[in-house]
């Protein structure tokens, strides 16, 4: 039974996706050597220090205490997830770029991942809420002073589209209403 | 080693009795470091039990709450509906990554002096209903530990619900620890504190204490001297002395014997503070 593998059916950045592993093997190894997405890194590999984030069903875990057998059925978002499928990069990454939030990079893409994790529940976040959500995550370049800026203006530039949108919105009720105003005077 | 994920309880027992050596795994948070760092044999078999429905969740029952042992740390954390003293310990665990992966159960079998939840679920004298294949028997809390990572779950027994009593729902509580950080911090001394307050005057106390003893530590002599006492005005200090009394804690890689002692009386005045609303 001993290197006995089973087939690990599982969602990965979108993709049903489907691989023979070992149960006992870790998502971390399964996901950069057997899948190549490199982008997970390893770092201490005890769970300390977030490097190796992932987001199963939407919420960040550690690749390196995580056994593949627990991947069965889930969904997985990895860094290379994260872009668009034109390489366009997401509010998060752009605003990492934008502050400078990169030094070495080797836990930028945990800190990317857990950043959008937070902002999916909770997209107006106070700094100890940013705090609290990157406490998992280990930056020995930055001092974290850059990152935790990098997350509230990708939370305030979501906020931003997120106006826009509604002015637009509002702007689009107006235009109708004054074309069914204008109707309503063509008709009488 | 084989892994197998149970997908039932009777699977798991099933796969837990049937071989000598073979342990149940949850979120494995725990396990995987000590099987990484070769701290601990490895077992023949690990049976994942992490994703059995009936393991999971949170639900009212005719005499009080049931936790399932599969439940994560992170779920425990933001209920509204479990005493505020567990979910502050399950919040004081890891990082937000670690708790989501970790369990209730994990950190109750785990059994190490420092858990989190453990203070917790001795001050609420919460019941653990322990299953093996010949049948199941329920252990109070306060009974299950017997040592640093050691309890009395026999060969091929499962934690398969922690049961919480109505009385224990309706008092109010808090926990405190200290780490050497605020994130990701292992307690270096934790302390949780179950007061039933009745016009302002303590009806009943449970006051338990982590990491200064061999397990989770019951502090009577310190409970005893708060029942009957009226919160407003409450002199804490006579209880704080008391419970210094009870400890015994040692000097380790975390913390010295002194420093542990130190410490316990300031956790347990807020956390006391905090439970009688003061």
Known sequence: MKDETMRIEFTCNGKLTSVEARLDMRALDLLRDLLGLTGTKEGCGRGECGACTILLDDEPVNACLLYAAKLQGRRVQTIEGVAGADGSLDAVQEAFLEEGAVQCGYCTPGMVLSARALLRKNPKPDVPAIEEALSGNFCRCTGYGKIVRAVQSAAGAAQRAEGAVQRAEGAVQRAEGAVQRAAGKASS | ?278
């Open chain 2, 1 to 278: 080693m084989e892994y197998r994920v149970a997908t039932t309880v009777e699977e798991a027992l099933e796969a837990l009795g049937g071989r000598d050596g073979s342990r149940p795994v949850a979120g494995g948070t725990d396990l995987a470091v000590v099987l990484a760092d070769g701290l601990g044999a490895v077992p023949p078999l690990l049976v994942d039990v992490a994703g059995i429905p009936a393991l999971q969740g949170v639900r009212r029952t005719a005499d009080g709450i049931a936790i399932g042992p599969a439940t994560t740390i992170a779920e425990i954390a933001t209920r509204s509906d479990l005493p505020a003293c567990l979910c502050q310990g399950a919040r004081a665990i890891g990082s937000p990554q670690i708790r989501n992966l970790a369990t209730i159960g994990g950190n109750v079998c785990n059994a190490s002096p420092c858990g989190d939840t453990l203070s917790p679920l001795v001050a609420l004298e919460a019941a653990f209903v322990l299953a093996s294949r010949s049948g199941t028997r329920t252990v109070p809390a306060e009974l299950f530990f017997v040592g640093p990572k050691k309890t009395v779950l026999g060969p091929g027994e499962l934690l398969v619900e922690i049961r919480i009593a109505s009385a224990r729902l309706a008092g109010r509580s808090a926990f405190r620890m200290i780490g050497k950080r605020n994130g990701q911090a292992i307690s270096q001394v934790n302390a949780a504190v179950w007061l039933a307050l009745e016009g302002g005057v303590i009806r009943e106390a449970r006051v338990a204490v982590g990491s200064v003893a061999p397990v989770p530590l019951r502090l009577k002599g310190a409970e005893a001297l708060l029942v009957g006492k009226t919160v407003r005005g409450l002199d804490v200090e006579p209880v704080l002395a008391r419970a210094a009394a009870e400890i015994a804690p040692i000097s380790d890689v975390r913390a010295s014997l002194e420093y542990r002692r130190l410490v316990t009386g300031s956790l347990l005045r807020d956390a006391l503070l905090e439970a009688a609303g003061i």
